[in-house]
C-alpha cells in the first residue's frame, strides 16, 4: 500500500433518518430555523395556473410513511427552469423569479400527505409534455428515489412525451396525477407507492 494513501474507496451510503425530515425543513415541524426551501413554490410575481399538489408515501402494505421527504423542481408556466443550464437564460429570457423548487415532509399532517402549491408548468421543449421532477427521501432508503409527475390533463402531450413512452403502458399512470377541482384550488393527487402491484416508476439517474 501506497504511504499516506488508505486501502479502499468510497464510504458506502447508509440509510437516513429518522430525523432528516426535521432538519431539512426545520419551519415545517415549527423549529426556529429558516429552511432553503419550503411547500409552497409560488412567487408573488409568477404567472400561470396556480394548483395545490397532494399525495402521500405508501409502503408495501398500503400504509402512510410518516417521516418521508419529498422535494420537486419544475419549470415555470413558460417552461424555463431557474438555472443557467436551461437555453432560455443564453436567450435573455430566463426565469429569474420562480424558482420551481420544493421540499414537503409527511410527518406534520394528520394523513401523512405531502402538498405542495406552485403553478402548473409549462412543456420545457416540443417533446417533453409538463411535468414535475419528485426525489423521495425515507427512512430506509440507502439511496433516495427519483421519479416525475405527469398530468392526467395533458394527454395529448403525454403521448408523446419520450421519457413517458420509454414506460411499460400498463406502469405509466403510476406517474400520472389526477386533477380534483371540487375545492378551492385545483389539486392534483399523486399517491407514492413504494412497493406492491401499484409501485410507482422510478428512475435511474
Known amino acids: 500500500m501506497t504511504p499516506g494513501k488508505t486501502k479502499g474507496g468510497q464510504t458506502p451510503s ?12 426545520p419551519e415545517q415541524y415549527g423549529y426556529p430555523l429558516a429552511s432553503i426551501a419550503s411547500a409552497d413554490l409560488r412567487s408573488p410575481d409568477v404567472e400561470g395556473r396556480q394548483i395545490r399538489i397532494e399525495g402521500r ?5 398500503g400504509e402512510a410513511v410518516d417521516d418521508a421527504m419529498i422535494e420537486i423542481w419544475q419549470a415555470d408556466p ?3 427552469y431557474a438555472h443557467p443550464a436551461d437555453p432560455s437564460f443564453n436567450k435573455g429570457r430566463g426565469n429569474i423569479s420562480f424558482k420551481g423548487f420544493g421540499r414537503c415532509g409527511t410527518g406534520s399532517d394528520p394523513e401523512h400527505r405531502f402538498i405542495f402549491d406552485s403553478v402548473k408548468p409549462g412543456a420545457v421543449d416540443d417533446e417533453q409534455a409538463p411535468h414535475i421532477n419528485v426525489i423521495i ?11 416525475r409527475i405527469y398530468f392526467a390533463d395533458e394527454a ?18 403510476t406517474l400520472i396525477a389526477t386533477p ?17 402491484d401499484r409501485e410507482t416508476v422510478f428512475f435511474d439517474v
Not at 447508509?14 to 425543513?25: D, H, I, N, R, S
Not at 427521501?137 to 421519479?147: D, Q
Open 156 to 173: 395529448d402531450v403525454n403521448a408523446k412525451d419520450p421519457v413517458l413512452q420509454s414506460v411499460p403502458a400498463e406502469r405509466r399512470d
Open 137 to 147: 427521501f425515507m427512512r430506509g432508503l440507502l439511496n433516495h428515489l427519483y421519479t
Open 78 to 80: 413558460q417552461g424555463r
Open 180 to 196: 380534483d377541482e371540487s375545492g378551492g384550488l385545483p389539486v392534483y393527487r399523486f399517491d407514492i407507492h413504494m412497493q406492491g
Open 14 to 25: 447508509q440509510t437516513v433518518g429518522p430525523y432528516f425530515a426535521y432538519g431539512l425543513t
Open 57 to 61: 408515501v405508501l409502503d408495501g402494505k
